[in-house]
């Protein structure tokens, strides 16, 4: 909208082609002139030396009027480029100028997304024995509907597994939902590789899919998200291995709730967490041997080692005295 008035480095007061106040614009004054010209179907500007002055759109202009009773500095450029300069201060161009504005905006608060972007690791094992038909791709519950039913109701429902990640905030506040996601199992969207390549599908029904229950196996990175002002956005990464087996192949290959016995198929070791991603108040001695002694180790040693010395001599000075004087009356 202000490109017929060059709105882009601002036309300074005057053109200086050295010093402090240097000629900013990687246009020259009587380019821009011209520019300015050819822009509003004007004839190009007449330039004449004694005097000074140029001829735009009829008018005639001279340096004298411009620079009258002006000193003129050593770091000036050349006449007529200074009074090209004059002349498109005339022609309501946007003024060189120092834009200033809030850093911070009060009434914006940055929100959960923006306020972690943390790692956790968890390396848990979760197992869901339930009940599958091939034929109809419906997964079977059976339960009584009231604990007076004799028999059991079945229902029958598409298999979906719905991941939830939550903040824990130890008991002094309410846990903070992070993300959830929710995976069709016969149409599970397939995994990204990598963190960098995992995202929100634009259109979930253009998305590659897999039958996790054909395919046996999936492994990758899925994307979280959340609803925030009424559309969904992506709120988290979690990396997942999902594995479907029949109850015979599950018997032969046993594997433990989280990772508890019998830990194996596969064997799930301890995550590897830094070793301060504890809350110090749950754990005072881990938190003196990671926080303090790792970063005040030789501070601690050098003051301990001084107490010691310190304690020999002001011992030494205490008992040096008695000690001289029973020599004294023994001999």
Not at 115 to 129: D, K, L, M, S
Not at 239 to 260: F, N, S, V
Request: net charge positive; proline share 6%; aromatic share 12%.
């Amino acid at each position: 909208m202000l490109s017929r008035y060059r709105a882009t480095c601002g036309c300074s007061k005057s053109y200086c082609k050295s010093g402090i106040n240097q000629w900013r614009d990687g246009r020259k004054p009587r380019t821009i002139l011209n520019d300015w010209c050819v822009m509003h179907n004007k004839s190009l500007p007449v330039y004449v030396d004694e005097p000074c002055a140029v001829t735009v759109d009829g008018q005639t202009y001279t340096l004298a009027e411009f620079e009258e009773g002006a000193v003129i500095d050593k770091h000036y450029g050349k006449d007529r480029s200074r009074l090209a300069l004059h002349v498109l201060n005339k022609m309501n161009l946007v003024p060189e100028h120092v834009e200033t504005r809030g850093l911070y905006n009060k009434t914006q608060q940055p929100t959960m997304e923006q306020i972690y972007g943390r790692e956790g690791n968890f390396n848990w094992r979760f197992v869901f024995p339930f009940s599958y038909i091939p034929a109809e791709k419906k997964l079977v519950i059976k339960e009584k509907e009231h604990f007076w039913s004799l028999d059991e109701a079945v229902e029958k429902l598409t298999p979906r597994l719905m991941v939830q990640i939550w903040d824990n905030d130890l008991g002094f506040a309410n846990d903070d939902f992070l993300g959830s996601l929710q995976l069709d199992l016969i149409s599970l969207v397939k995994p990204a590789t990598n963190t960098s390549s995992c995202k929100l599908p634009s259109d979930t029904n253009s998305a590659p899919t897999v039958d996790l229950f054909k395919q046996k196996r999936c492994y990758g990175w899925w994307s979280m998200g959340s609803m925030k002002s009424g559309t969904f956005k992506s709120t988290g990464k979690i990396e997942m291995t999902l594995e479907a087996m029949p109850k015979a192949e599950a018997d032969a290959k046993p594997a433990g709730q989280g990772r508890d016995d019998p830990n194996k198929n596969p064997t799930l070791e301890e995550p590897n967490r830094p070793p301060t991603s504890f809350p110090w108040f749950t754990s005072p001695f881990k938190a003196l041997r990671h926080i303090i002694w790792g970063r005040y180790k030789w501070h601690i040693i050098g003051f301990l080692i001084f107490l010691i010395i310190f304690s020999l001599i002001a011992f030494f000075i205490y008992a040096a005295p008695g000690y001289t004087m029973k020599k004294m009356l023994n001999t």
